[in-house]
């Protein structure tokens, strides 16, 4: 008896419907993967050119893999593209600065003093209150500019008064966002820190009257003037409002301070044409003053004659001679008496020249803070139009 044979017609279709699964799937993988194009197509008349499907097969199977790899390499070389050229919108900048802020050493925290005015634990320890104010997340497109970037940005910007074009390039920023940064380093320090600017209480104010009562100005708290803080031309505005005698455009900046320079009491909005006496007669200063309220209405000092003398400061002959403000007796000084006066006058009143030129801490003063802050041992790496516009404080 004949044992069956096996149907060659069945045979040759179950390898027909074999061969066309896995062409379809390298189908799709050749839609995928552009790369692998070629081979696949090679691949797929293999049939034709040998005749044996069973043959075929593992060449084909060859190529949906060669594919595979194909498309892993394109891939990695597409990354490694990717991650060596920025963003087409992003322009690439040294940030020479910025990188030289971050190094560390006795060398390197002088020129991070000299940039950004504040010693290194001093510096973190602002950042770390205005940090949550302008750090950004990331997003799709690009990655958030560090905080602490931004704050030495704002820092350098207010020290030097220099070009915003050129201080950003430095620091490795473009020109919008350098403007964008200061204005958010501004809002979170007056956030975090707006409450120290402030006239002195008890103690402190006991101080402040003593220092100067030592000087030979029993009563006195401070000292008055005006500074200009330089803009650009405004725009929808009269911008001779605004021109100040140096020739340029300004706002003017009515600060008090004490002994120490530091400052107690601020005005800033007045165009910088305006004098200092019409600033003081407008500012939140005077109202208060005029209507027996503020610092000015209390307290005070006995002369050795036993008469009461009220609190005042000290201003130059720009201001009117008031109850609360003292002012020289200028080129009308005839007497010794007087001249004396005067240059007494000049000499305690200088504090708020000094306040407004401040440029440089002192080492002591750096080491006292760094030996005040526990566990800051200084070596902190940070975290990880035309636009001239010079500073006036």
Same mark, same amino acid.
């Given at each position: 008896?004949?044992?069956?044979?096996?149907?060659?017609?069945?045979?040759?279709?179950?390898?027909?419907?074999?061969?066309?699964?896995?062409? $379809?799937?390298?189908?799709? *993988?050749?839609?995928?993967?552009?790369?692998?194009?070629?081979?696949?197509?090679? *691949? !797929?008349?293999?049939?034709?050119?040998?005749?044996?499907? $069973?043959?075929?097969?593992?060449?084909?199977?060859? @190529? *949906?893999?060669?594919?595979?790899?194909?498309?892993?390499? $394109?891939?990695?070389?597409?990354?490694?593209?990717?991650?060596?050229?920025?963003?087409?919108?992003?322009?690439?900048?040294?940030? @020479?600065?910025?990188?030289?802020?971050?190094?560390?050493?006795?060398?390197?925290?002088?020129? =991070?003093?000299?940039?950004?005015?504040?010693?290194?634990?001093?510096?973190?320890?602002?950042?770390?209150?205005? !940090?949550?104010?302008?750090?950004?997340?990331? %997003?799709?497109?690009?990655?958030?500019?560090?905080?602490?970037?931004?704050?030495?940005?704002?820092?350098?910007?207010?020290?030097?008064?220099?070009?915003?074009?050129? %201080?950003?390039?430095?620091?490795?920023?473009?020109?919008?966002?350098?403007?964008?940064?200061?204005?958010?380093?501004?809002?979170?320090?007056?956030?975090?820190?707006?409450?120290?600017?402030?006239?002195?209480?008890?103690?402190?104010?006991?101080?402040?009257?003593?220092?100067?009562?030592?000087?030979? =100005?029993?009563?006195?708290?401070?000292?008055?003037?005006?500074?200009?803080?330089?803009?650009?031309?405004?725009?929808?505005?009269?911008?001779?409002?605004?021109?100040?005698?140096?020739?340029?455009?300004?706002?003017?900046?009515?600060? *008090? /301070?004490?002994? #120490?320079?530091?400052? %107690?009491?601020?005005?800033?909005? /007045?165009?910088?044409?305006?004098?200092d006496s019409r600033v003081l007669r407008i500012s939140e200063l005077f109202r208060q003053v005029s209507q027996g309220a503020g610092v000015f209405s209390e307290g005070g000092a006995h002369l050795h004659d036993g008469r009461h003398v009220g609190r005042y400061v000290l201003g130059d002959q720009g201001y009117p001679l008031l109850p609360w403000?003292?002012?020289?007796?200028?080129?009308?000084?005839?007497?010794?008496? #007087?001249?004396?006066?005067?240059?007494?006058?000049?000499?305690?009143?200088?504090?708020?020249?000094?306040?407004?030129?401040?440029?440089?801490?002192?080492?002591?003063?750096?080491?006292?803070?760094?030996?005040?802050?526990?566990?800051?041992?200084?070596?902190?790496?940070?975290?990880?139009?035309?636009?001239?516009?010079?500073?006036?404080?």
């Open positions: 008896m004949d044992s069956p044979v096996p149907s060659g017609s069945s045979s040759q279709e179950r390898e027909d419907m074999l061969f066309f699964l896995v062409f $379809a799937i390298a189908q799709w *993988v050749h839609r995928r993967n552009a790369a692998a194009m070629a081979v696949l197509e090679a *691949v !797929a008349f293999t049939p034709f050119l040998f005749g044996d499907a $069973a043959t075929s097969l593992p060449l084909l199977a060859g @190529g *949906v893999m060669h594919g595979f790899a194909l498309a892993s390499l $394109a891939a990695e070389e597409l990354g490694r593209h990717m991650e060596r050229r920025r963003r087409i919108w992003v322009v690439e900048r040294s940030g @020479g600065v910025w990188r030289d802020l971050q190094r560390v050493g006795r060398e390197h925290d002088k020129v =991070f003093v000299r940039f950004c005015r504040l010693p290194r634990p001093l510096f973190f320890e602002v950042l770390g209150r205005i !940090a949550p104010h302008i750090q950004r997340a990331p %997003t799709n497109f690009r990655n958030p500019i560090p905080a602490g970037q931004k704050f030495a940005m704002a820092l350098i910007r207010w020290a030097t008064g220099g070009y915003y074009r050129q %201080t950003s390039h430095g620091m490795g920023m473009g020109l919008a966002s350098a403007l964008r940064s200061n204005e958010e380093v501004a809002d979170a320090i007056i956030s975090e820190y707006g409450h120290l600017l402030r006239w002195p209480t008890g103690c402190r104010m006991q101080e402040v009257e003593n220092t100067f009562e030592a000087k030979g =100005f029993t009563g006195c708290i401070g000292a008055i003037d005006g500074t200009h803080l330089y803009i650009d031309k405004p725009k929808g505005m009269r911008g001779e409002c605004y021109y100040h005698h140096t020739g340029q455009f300004s706002v003017h900046c009515l600060v *008090v /301070c004490d002994h #120490e320079c530091r400052i %107690t009491s601020v005005y800033v909005g /007045c165009p910088g044409s305006v004098h403000i003292m002012t020289p007796v200028g080129r009308t000084a005839t007497t010794a008496q #007087e001249r004396t006066y005067d240059n007494s006058h000049s000499a305690v009143r200088s504090c708020i020249e000094r306040c407004f030129r401040v440029e440089e801490f002192h080492p002591t003063a750096h080491q006292q803070h760094e030996n005040h802050l526990q566990g800051s041992d200084g070596n902190l790496h940070p975290p990880q139009p035309d636009d001239r516009a010079q500073g006036g404080i």
